[in-house]
Nanobody
Framework: VQLVESGGGSVQPGGSLTLSCAASGVDFSTLVMSWYRQAPGKERELVALIDRASSSTVVDAVKGRFTISRDNAYRMIYLQMNSLRPDDTAVYFC????????WGQGTQVTVSS
């Protein structure tokens, strides 16, 4: 089983990025998928979650700015991030939860002027 994130990078405040997570080796449609992030010196925290029926939720800190989505046919999830702020700077991780728990290796997002 492998989860691979992509799409991170550096952006100015107010900018946008879209993160992607590709899954392989697992029945993707059975997984609850989520995005987490970990800023330097802080604990990893949940950002957004999408269930098997594509019902989604995001945490208050990113509400109105971030959107999570999934494409079961391509075994992908996405995190559309708009109006990025410096405190969004973190390593972003993809997680898949089913009978087992799977994590990607993370992708760095840096928001700075």
């Amino acid at each position: 089983v492998q989860l691979v994130e992509s799409g991170g990078g550096s952006v100015q405040p107010g900018g946008s990025l879209t993160l992607s997570c590709a899954a392989s080796g697992v029945d993707f449609s059975t997984l609850v998928m989520s995005w987490y992030r970990q800023a330097p010196g802080k604990e990893r925290e949940l950002v957004a979650l999408i269930d098997r029926a594509s019902s989604s939720t995001v945490v208050d800190a990113v509400k109105g700015r971030f959107t999570i989505s999934r494409d079961n046919a391509y075994r992908m999830i996405y995190l559309q991030m708009n109006s990025l702020r410096p405190d969004d700077t973190a390593v972003y991780f993809c997680r898949g939860t089913g009978r087992n728990d799977y994590w990607g290796q993370g992708t760095q997002v840096t928001v700075s002027s």
